[in-house]
């Protein structure tokens, strides 16, 4: 059992930062790698970012590499998610996720989810 708790979204204008937090607590077997999706309505929810736990590997979408940075914490078990330059089309709800997948930007590969977290990038 893996709970995941996200912080860190808001209101932001178009060229701003937000960095994102997901703390993790249960079983580390559960998650060998990390990874951030997000949902715009009307959208399907799509990959943004992942970090496999051990080795601290990043893996980004290209629609955010150079602009969003995955790290991790271990001693506090938290993920963070760091946007800059943050673009309107960057409004999404997004999710953390954690699982064992062989693929890391696939949705099915995560078998847990945080409650998700609104970020609204203004023009």
């Known amino acids: 059992q893996v709970q995941l708790v996200e912080s860190g979204g808001g209101l932001v204008q178009a060229g701003g930062s937000l960095r994102l937090s997901c703390v993790a607590s249960g079983r580390t077997a559960s998650r060998y790698a990390m990874g951030w999706f997000r949902q715009a309505p009307g959208k399907d929810r799509e990959f943004v970012a992942a970090?496999?736990?051990?080795?601290?590997?990043?893996y980004y979408a290209d629609s955010v590499t150079g602009r969003f940075t995955i790290s991790r914490d271990n001693a506090k078990n938290t993920v963070y998610l760091q946007m800059f330059s943050l673009k309107p089309e960057d409004t999404a709800v997004y999710y953390c996720?954690?699982?064992?997948?062989?693929?890391?930007?696939?949705?099915?590969?995560?078998?847990?989810w945080g409650q998700g977290s609104q970020v609204t990038v203004s023009s």
């Open positions: 970090i496999r736990w051990t080795s601290g590997s990043t």
């Open positions: 996720a954690a699982g064992a997948p062989l693929a890391v930007a696939t949705i099915r590969g995560y078998d847990y």
